[in-house]
């Protein structure tokens, strides 16, 4: 593409400042990275470089013409920028350009020009060895973020019609465009104005991005442990006998410095070999003697030795770090500078890191069997994902869910997630036809904008819950860089569950929740039927029900007589009976025929229970397993999972022969005092409940089915009870129950799996943001300029005065009852004639403002002499005129006092929340929020979310008020701040809703310049 700007010669403007701003890394389509930047004077070899290695086929496509080199002159112009009419930008791998983009303002002759001409030329040009790679496609959303933000709205491309890859970049962008072909070329004009579906695009292709950047690191071809020592122990030592007793299926390496050169040399014909090896592996000084691509490397060294390491890497081509080294952002200001250069240095290669000072990373697929980790013990295969910041409380997960029965797909533990975090593997589970259920343990949330859109998406096709550490701290943990939040917890937590996400409080209840989510289908409903050998455990079950908002029935109680088969015959009919939604089962040890307590019969109980499941016509409804002392049950529910390890057929206790694939050959067999983890196999086929019920989808085939050639498994515990019989192709899996040691906790978790599904079925039809006729938006943002634009503005923001704040409000059809000074009893009087009795006398004191508790409000006065007295007693108790700011408003009809506000968080937005005025309200923190723009839906469920919403809908025989109009205030301030982000802060106080119509009695608002839209700009990674 030829740029009209350059067939002329551009005079050089002054040099503006670096606009450092400008700089961003970014995952391109593939899952590498890139680092996007200006282009300077010193970039001229790395352009002349950069240029010779471009096709002659590209240089044509560029310039229309041969053009084998460039000139002396070409060099200065294309390096030198006034970053205002004329910018460069270039993505740059390994410090060296892959791709240039740069634009040229111009006039409508199409020739040079500078502002107010808002058009420019852009024109791009990418090395064809990384063509494919979506390199151009992110080059032109941050050229167009510039161009926006020097005022140029349209960019102008001229195209050969051979050139398609450049056009479907343009076509695909979603902005407005115009297409003409003149003169041989295509001419194109896009609108660089962003538009849903340019914003839609940009999403997926982040989406895409980085799923693939946490899928280059889930599935290594190859592995090497850097820092792997030459006795057995030590952090990397571990990680490699983890790696190969998992059974990994790709080539594995072991790198230790100390080898010195000469030890594992490759050789001149290109082959590797290793003098040395590190339990039966092969062993280099370095990944660069390898002489083997390398896709994952597990760096467990020194942080000082660290960023050697990491150049090793990347100058030989390895894909992802997961660095386990500590030592970084968690011990101190040094340590934060240490990890800020490693996140640079990694970046700059194009590799993604997970750490540091991270735990490891898991991926049970068959074809992987990936260990990178310090877990001694690879986790059974299954459809959970789990996250975690935390080693410790990864450790503690991966042995609650190993106890409970339970299988991964994948496990991270990202440590100080300096790169890699939470939301990018949301970003890989969302699709991941292997995952059904996502269980995230989270000290910090490092873009809780992101986080909330990316949850909010995955939960609508699967579950997602999360539990928030670091509540009460006041800060992050050590080795987190988050933004900082002024909105309580509690707040956070809302608006999580607003975006679907399951709140929890402990990891118990994470692991709780995540059995019942993947081993059964969501409920239709809040219906539980109850049943069970113990009266006392069912109405303790009953009670549990009631307290977590769940509509039980009676219980039914089999009596302590009851056999297996009872239990059979009793779910079986509750499963089939249509007036409830699940089932809880309660065991309890019986009572043989000679009076003793039989505590054996578990694996009984919980054949006969999945008997009565798989027998069901179809499974619409979860059954969960309440057990007391039940000797067995927990263990026999357990094995039905199918998701235990078990050990392969051949392996010995204590020391035996791990024969993972590496290197293409067999590994030995550990020496002499070298005991090796057990090697758990693929489990047998999991349950076929897993994936489908109410409201959900499969995600696609059951990955725990054993692949072919894989030995089958047993119970590696003694006390697992028998092994399941195999099932063949035409027999369905063995039914998964979980199974809680207390009735409370089980209730707790499908009491969440009843709210989750109801906010499945709901996500169905989210709503809509209403258009208000009335709403004069153009009004509105003329008075905000002119209120920040003033002389008098403070450049951290405006408190508006009354009167512009009901005028204000008033143009988004929100009327404010006026309120009329009162400095003497006579003003107050005069006040109350021009209004009209009767009135209200109120004091505007701040610190008596929203305090009727202490007196400052008189209410009722019908006539003038009530007026003055009331006036005199005010004055006489609180203080003088002056002091208590005293107003007169007419009085309104009675009803119920809300308070509506809307403020704006850095970290996640605008917020709208609602509740009632008064101490007590405040003192029970029963506010409920929304994040901006709210739906009707969303303002409907403001309103009936608080404890108190009965008093609003005719609670002890009261009138109902008027929810429909509270609920189109809520809806037209969420639109004011919506549409006007300079309104950072809106109060209405209070809001008197009566049986019709209601009354604002005193409005606040707050000005202040608008902060950019981070997650409306171009893709980035966070900025390090």
Not at 372 to 389: K, V
Not at 412 to 425: E, H, L, P, T, Y
Not at 510 to 538: C, F, H, K
Not at 968 to 992: G, I, T
């Amino acid at each position: 593409m030829q740029s009209a700007s350059e067939q002329s010669e551009v005079a050089d403007h002054p040099d503006h400042s670096y606009p450092d701003h400008w700089e961003a890394d970014v995952v391109l389509r593939d899952g590498g990275t890139a680092r996007i930047r200006p282009i300077t004077a010193d970039d001229a070899e790395r352009l002349v470089s950069f240029y010779e290695q471009v096709s002659d086929e590209s240089k044509y496509y560029r310039f229309f013409a041969p053009y084998p080199r460039l000139s002396a002159k070409d060099v200065h112009r294309f390096t030198h920028h006034d970053f205002v009419d004329r910018v460069g930008l270039a993505a740059t791998v390994g410090g060296e350009f892959i791709a240039t983009v740069r634009y040229d303002r111009i006039d409508d002759r199409g020739l040079p020009a500078s502002a107010p001409a808002d058009e420019a030329e852009v024109a791009f040009l990418v090395q064809d060895a990384h063509q494919g790679r979506g390199v151009a496609s992110a080059l032109l959303e941050h050229i167009a973020a510039v161009a926006r933000e020097r005022d140029i709205r349209r960019f102008a491309a001229e195209v050969l019609p051979a050139n398609t890859k450049m056009i479907k970049v343009f076509t695909d962008a979603g902005y407005t465009q115009k297409r003409s072909f003149e003169d041989g070329s295509v001419r194109l004009h896009l609108d660089l104005e962003p538009t849903d579906r340019s914003l839609a695009v940009q999403r997926a292709r982040e989406q895409r991005a980085e799923a693939r950047s946490v899928q280059r690191l889930l599935t290594p071809g190859s592995v090497a442990v850097v820092g792997a020592g030459r006795a057995p122990g030590g952090v990397g030592r571990t990680v490699l006998r983890n790696l190969l007793g998992a059974g990994f299926t790709g080539r594995a390496y072991a790198v230790n410095a100390a080898l010195g050169e000469g030890a594992a040399d490759a050789p001149a014909d290109g082959s590797a070999a290793a003098a040395a090896e590190f339990d039966g592996v092969p062993a280099y000084p370095s990944v660069g003697a390898i002489g083997e691509p390398v896709d994952l490397a597990i760096i467990a060294v020194p942080a000082e030795r660290v960023p050697e390491a990491v150049a090793d890497c990347g100058e030989h081509g390895v894909r992802g770090l997961v660095v386990l080294s500590a030592g970084y952002a968690e011990s101190g200001a040094a340590g934060r500078e240490r990890q800020r250069e490693l996140v640079r240095q990694a970046r700059s290669y194009g590799m993604r890191i997970i750490g540091p000072n991270a735990f490891g990373i898991i991926n049970t697929a068959p074809d992987v069997r990936l260990n990178a980790s310090l877990a001694p013990q690879m986790p059974a295969a299954g459809r959970i994902g789990l996250f975690t910041q935390s080693g410790a409380i990864g450790i503690a997960l991966l042995a609650g869910l190993h106890r409970r029965g339970a299988g991964l797909s994948s496990f991270i533990s990202a440590g100080n997630r300096a790169d890699v975090s939470g939301n990018d593997f949301l970003q890989h589970w969302y699709d991941d036809p292997g995952t059904d259920v996502v269980l995230l343990y989270l000290e910090s949330i490092g873009n809780p904008r992101k986080f909330t859109r990316l949850a909010r998406r995955t939960a609508a096709v699967k579950p997602v819950v999360v539990v928030k550490g670091a509540r009460h701290s006041g800060s992050a943990p050590p080795g987190h860089r988050v933004p900082v939040t002024r909105i309580p917890h509690a707040t956070v937590s809302a608006l999580l569950r607003q975006a679907g996400v399951i709140r929890v409080d402990t990891v118990t209840e994470l692991v709780d929740a995540g059995l019942l989510l993947a081993a059964q289908p969501l409920p239709a409903g809040p219906r539980v039927a109850i049943l069970g050998n113990s009266e006392s455990l069912g109405l303790l079950t009953y009670d549990a029900c009631l307290t977590e908002g769940l509509r039980p029935l009676r219980p039914l109680d089999l009596t302590t007589s009851a056999v297996p088969a009872d239990f059979r015959d009793a779910l079986a009919a509750a499963l089939a009976d249509e007036t409830s939604d699940a089932v809880v089962v309660n065991a309890i040890p019986w009572v043989g025929e000679n009076g003793a307590t039989e505590f054996g019969d578990g694996e009984v109980l919980a054949a006969a229970l999945r008997e009565a499941v798989a027998s069901a016509p179809a499974p619409t409804k979860p059954v969960v397993v309440v057990h007391v002392e039940m000797g067995g049950l927990a263990e026999a529910l357990a094995v039905a999972t199918s998701t235990r390890p078990g050990r392969a057929a051949g392996a010995v206790t204590g020391l035996r022969a791990a024969t993972p694939r590496t290197h293409g050959r067999t590994v030995a067999s550990a020496g002499a005092g070298e005991a090796l983890p057990p090697t758990p196999e693929r489990a047998a086929p999991g349950s076929g409940r897993a994936s489908n019920g109410p409201g959900r989808t499969p995600t696609g085939p059951d990955r725990a089915d054993a692949g072919p050639g894989e030995p089958s498994t047993a119970p590696d515990r003694a006390d697992a009870g028998p092994a399941e019989p195999s099932t063949g192709p035409d027999q369905a899996p063995p039914t998964t129950l979980p199974a809680y040691p207390a009735a409370e906790r089980a209730v707790r978790a499908l009491a969440e799996a009843v709210r989750y599904g109801q906010w499945r079925r709901q996500a169905a039809e989210p709503g809509r943001v209403p258009a208000y006729e009335d709403i004069d938006e153009v009004g509105a943002a003329a008075l905000i300029e002119r209120v920040l634009g003033g002389a008098e503005a403070d450049a951290r923001g405006v408190t508006l005065g009354a009167e512009q704040a009901g005028e204000l409000l008033a143009r988004y059809g929100i009327a404010v009852l006026p309120t009329l000074p009162a400095p003497t009893p006579d003003a107050a009087v005069a006040a109350a004639g021009r209004l009209g009795y009767p009135v209200a006398l109120k004091t505007t004191a701040p610190h008596l403002r929203h305090r009727p508790d202490l007196g400052g409000v008189r209410l009722d006065l019908a006539t003038e002499q009530q007026l003055r007295t009331a006036y005199a007693e005010l004055t006489e108790v609180l203080g003088k005129p002056e002091e208590l700011q005293p107003v007169v408003q007419a009085m309104v009809p009675r009803g119920v006092d809300t308070v509506v506000r809307s403020a704006i968080d850095p970290a996640v937005g605008a917020v709208l929340s609602f509740g009632l005025s008064g101490a007590a309200s405040e003192l029970l923190g029963d506010v409920a929020h929304r994040l901006v723009p709210a739906t009707d839906r969303d303002a409907a469920e403001l309103i009936r979310s608080l404890r108190t919403a009965p008093l609003l809908f005719g609670w002890r025989g009261s009138a109902p008020v008027d929810t429909p109009a509270l609920e189109e205030v809520l809806l037209r301030v969420s639109r004011l701040v919506d549409d006007h982000p300079e309104v950072v802060a809106v109060s209405l106080e209070p809001v008197v809703v009566a049986p019709r119509g209601l009354s604002v009695l005193g409005a606040t608002v707050r000005l202040a310049p608008a902060s950019p839209r981070t997650d409306l700009g171009p893709r980035s990674l966070p900025n390090y």
